[in-house]
């Protein structure tokens, strides 16, 4: 008989895998990926487009283009299409980031022919109507001032021109003014060099039938569409670093003040990234983290303060990011100081660095049980450029780090003479 008065052994498990989905090639050269899981009669269809914040020659151009693709095409008005997803129950999302365009559809799966035949015209043959693209600058306008006065923005740009400099993509970002220089050739000249069938990929996850696949070979697969006169390549550009160490934003009527620090770090395929991801999370990452049990739950300075690795195509940052009360910022960033001094000189315990492991493989197991977020852990390793058992080589990282691996780890790459600190608040 099962005592049931008796917990159960807690254990680690030895072996994390990820299926792998079924790859293939459509006739004119498109990779399609296929990932079947479920009985549920739900698809959901990504279209990853390479061009991106990296690529475009003037700030907002890859998202606003992105955006406009569900705002009417050659065959459809923008209100048509709405109107047909919400008569077939579909989802439609669409978004870029640094080097990805994203279209994203879920969908069921005996509407997908009927929802995959408007996703192939957005994509394919975009009007980029006039009146549309002046409704959505004048909605992305107002939001842009509504966010241009928190301090949480304000010091997280100032941090990504602090670290990348202003003619770097990342150090370059939006101004008021540049809502005024978008237009609709703008968006198409973007659209033209990037959107075509040499420049893309595609996966479907979910309760994938043949049907469904013939749907998306016959709307993507049999013949090359848009300009592949255009080759995607990934300009390299070199950060100009501001050399302050401290960099304060002020804004009158604060409340209270945002701090945000960073610093560089490496980049994802480099061997020690993996344990690093370890460190960060124990030192930040996570509820009972020693950010949060210091400056949170001890001093009481903040509800709450977080630290993270933020990847992008060529490396990666540390960043921490809290909000506390004015008078608080400089005694926080001052713990944050002494917690980092922590790890170089004082080894973790046994206890301390299990409970971190436990945490980070529970993540793992959590978010990659269904075929939606598998689909999303595919779609990261391929953007990113990672080997196919990253997520192998992440579980065996995490089971094999030790204390000793932790303090040589922190006293080479946890510098808090690297980081740059931005404050934006009132003064004090």
Not at 232 to 244: Q, V
Not at 272 to 298: A, Q
Not at 345 to 352: D, F, P, Q
Not at 401 to 410: G, K, N, Q, R, V
Request: net charge negative; hydrophobic share 40%.
């Amino acid at each position: 008989m099962l005592d049931r008065t008796i917990a159960p052994e807690i254990k680690q498990i030895d072996h994390f895998s990820i299926m792998q989905p079924e790859c293939m090639q459509m006739k004119n050269g498109i990779p399609l990926h296929v990932i079947k899981i479920g009985n549920e009669d739900v698809i959901r269809f990504d279209i990853l487009i390479k061009g991106g914040q990296w690529n475009q020659s003037q700030p907002l151009q890859a998202m606003l283009t992105n955006r406009m693709l569900r705002e009417g095409t050659c065959r459809w008005t923008s209100s048509q299409i709405a109107e047909k997803l919400d008569y077939y129950g579909a989802w439609l999302e669409t978004s870029s980031s640094v080097n990805y365009g994203f279209i994203t559809l879920y969908s069921l799966g005996k509407y997908f022919p009927q929802t995959v035949e408007i996703v192939a015209s957005m994509i394919k043959e975009p009007a980029f109507p006039e009146h549309e693209l002046g409704v959505i600058i004048d909605v992305n306008r107002q939001r842009f001032k509504v966010n241009a006065e928190r301090v949480d923005v304000m010091a997280r740009k100032q941090l990504n021109k602090a670290l990348f400099g202003k003619k770097h993509p990342l150090g370059r970002l939006a101004e008021l003014s540049d809502y005024d220089n978008i237009n609709s050739t703008v968006l198409q000249d973007f659209y033209r060099a990037y959107y075509h069938s040499d420049n893309c990929s595609l996966y479907v996850s979910g309760n994938v039938t043949r049907e469904i696949i013939c749907c998306i070979e016959q709307c993507f697969g049999c013949e090359k569409w848009g300009d592949n006169s255009n080759v995607y390549a990934l300009n390299d550009f070199k950060p100009a670093t501001d050399s302050r160490r401290y960099i304060f934003v002020e804004k009158e009527d604060a409340v209270q003040s945002s701090l945000k620090m960073g610093g560089f770090f490496m980049h994802q395929t480099d061997p020690d990234f993996l344990k690093i991801r370890v460190l960060i999370t124990l030192f930040g990452g996570y509820f009972g983290s020693r950010l949060m049990s210091n400056i949170r739950e001890d001093k009481g300075y903040t509800y709450g303060i977080g630290a993270g690795l933020v990847c992008y195509p060529d490396v990666s940052l540390l960043g921490i990011s809290t909000e506390a009360a004015n008078e608080y910022i400089d005694k926080v960033i001052e713990e944050i100081g002494n917690e980092i001094d922590r790890l170089h000189s004082e080894k973790v315990s046994i206890l301390e660095l299990e409970m971190v492991k436990n945490y980070m493989i529970g993540e793992m197991c959590r978010n990659y049980e269904g075929a939606f977020s598998l689909s999303d852990a595919w779609i990261y390793i391929e953007t990113f450029g990672l080997p196919s058992n990253f997520m192998e080589c992440s579980l065996q990282a995490i089971r094999e780090i030790t204390p000793d691996d932790l303090l040589s780890l922190s006293q080479k790459y946890l510098c808090k003479e690297n980081l740059i600190a931005v404050v934006a608040g009132k003064k004090v």
